[in-house]
């Protein structure tokens, strides 16, 4: 669900980050930017900068681990929580 009004801060990063793997023209929509791509950019920079996180484009979001997670695998854990 898209957000009403345009996201600021880490409310953004987590929003941006989270659509990412969806492309910029999702990531701005659903942050509350429509279709103003460059006003989001700019947004989403000062955010980054802001919490000391290195911004160049959408992409650099997705961390290795999200990469990890999403090209699947198997988990290794014990049947239940008693069970380590």
Request: with cysteine.
């Amino acid at each position: 669900m898209a957000s009403p009004t345009p996201l600021k801060d880490t409310d953004l990063i987590d929003c941006a980050k989270a659509n990412a793997k969806d492309g910029i023209e999702t990531a701005a929509y659903l942050c509350g930017y429509g279709d103003d791509i460059s006003t989001f950019e700019r947004e989403l920079k000062h955010a980054c900068d802001r919490i000391g996180v290195k911004y160049k484009e959408l992409g650099d979001l997705i961390t290795d681990q999200d990469t990890i997670v999403n090209l699947g695998g198997i988990e290794i854990a014990p049947d239940t929580p008693s069970d380590l």
